[in-house]
């Protein structure tokens, strides 16, 4: 029933992205100079919901989040994730908008997250959508989740077109060539899980979420708190994936499954049972952060220099963009600093309420392109 359930929430999401509601068409008022974009994000467990102006600056932003709910049930279950969407969908908008002491006849625009992500999530927030804009008459903006993620930089940092983007989250892991708000060239992306997927999982079989610090936060933050404390983070080895590989693409399975070896060869040398923890288990941490690092800064370093080998970054203005949730990992950040550094290359990170999924980033990219489709208007009529 719930695959059933599963497949016409697909199906819909496919339906609902060739109406003419989410395709390309000219907004009225597009001179107006009061501009305010609503953006809503659904794509997996939180309920995003933000406002902003022509000017992006955020008038309001609310998010509500489940993350307490699926910690206590091991991880994301798309149905129940469904259901608080469903919940929460309405009064955040709702509180969106009195926060920003405005109506829905003040917006200008809704930016809805399109895809990817879990279709029982993304229905629920494009369903919402579509009824706000036929209720109001308002143009709906469809948004792709990564994309959001690549451009959200550019609302605090003046990065100019093309630059370079490492996208890192629970579900995704990419490098792409940003060439323009709707022009991405991919380079290299993940040939099975994501990064945050590993550490979501790993940090569930070693139980960290039994250390009362650790409690309430999500795998990736545990993962990286245990490994701060680690005191032989050299004790555990783990292989550099695809080594061998001169492309830019990413795998992360092998590095799972060494972790994996090592905390059941622990396991059977304490004599582990129920909720323990292995003595090791910060060193153990600090080896796989230190393994997954070492592969992003491998594969980000082929990827520069493909786009030196192709001429596709400017020489003069080499830029490296890293967002989504992963890139809040401070130990990966600065190791990506380290290699910018040695690169020449500037890197720019959004700031860490919006590396992960908000309502913020896919109202900018609503005004992105927004901006777009008003500049080509007035080229065309010159």
Request: hydrophobic share 40%.
């Amino acid at each position: 029933m719930n695959t059933l359930k599963r497949l016409v929430c697909s199906q819909f999401v496919n339906k609902l992205s060739k109406q003419y509601l989410f395709k390309p068409r000219a907004f009225s008022n597009r001179q107006s100079t009061n501009i305010n974009i609503l953006g809503i994000e659904t794509s997996c467990d939180d309920t995003g919901c933000a406002i902003i102006n022509r000017n992006g600056k955020i008038l309001s932003e609310v998010c509500h989040s489940q993350n307490l709910m699926h910690l206590r049930n091991g991880g994301i279950i798309p149905d129940i994730a469904q259901d608080l969407h469903r919940m929460h969908i309405e009064p955040t908008v709702t509180k969106t908008l009195e926060e920003a002491k405005l109506s829905m006849e003040d917006i200008s625009a809704i930016a809805v997250t399109l895809k990817p992500g879990l279709p029982l999530s993304l229905v629920i927030g494009m369903k919402y959508a579509k009824h706000l804009g036929r209720r109001f008459n308002k143009p709906i903006i469809p948004i792709h989740h990564m994309q959001a993620h690549a451009l959200v930089a550019r609302m605090h940092h003046d990065i100019k077109f093309p630059f370079l983007v490492l996208l890192i989250s629970g579900g995704h892991c990419l490098l792409a060539v940003v060439q323009d708000v709707d022009h991405f060239q991919l380079l290299g992306e993940s040939m099975d899980c994501a990064p945050g997927e590993v550490f979501d999982k790993v940090a569930r079989s070693m139980k960290l979420r039994n250390v009362p610090e650790y409690s309430t936060i999500c795998g990736g933050q545990a993962v990286e708190a245990a490994a701060s404390k680690a005191t032989n983070p050299n004790m555990f080895k783990i292989a550099l994936p695809l080594a061998e590989y001169r492309d830019c693409n990413f795998s992360f399975n092998g590095l799972k499954t060494s972790v994996m070896y090592h905390l059941y060869k622990k396991e059977q040398e304490h004599k582990i049972v129920a909720h323990e923890l292995i003595p090791e288990v910060n060193d153990l941490c600090a080896a796989m952060l230190m393994a997954t690092t070492r592969h992003l800064i491998h594969r980000t370093q082929r990827a520069m220099e493909f786009c030196k080998d192709n001429n596709l970054i400017p020489e003069d203005r080499k830029q490296l963009v890293v967002s989504g949730g992963v890139a809040c990992n401070n130990y990966i950040f600065s190791a990506l600093q380290m290699l910018c550094n040695e690169t020449n290359y500037n890197i720019y990170r959004p700031f860490p309420k919006l590396c992960t999924d908000n309502g913020v980033m896919i109202a900018w990219n609503g005004l992105e392109k927004w901006r777009k489709v008003w500049i080509l208007q007035l080229i065309s009529a010159l």
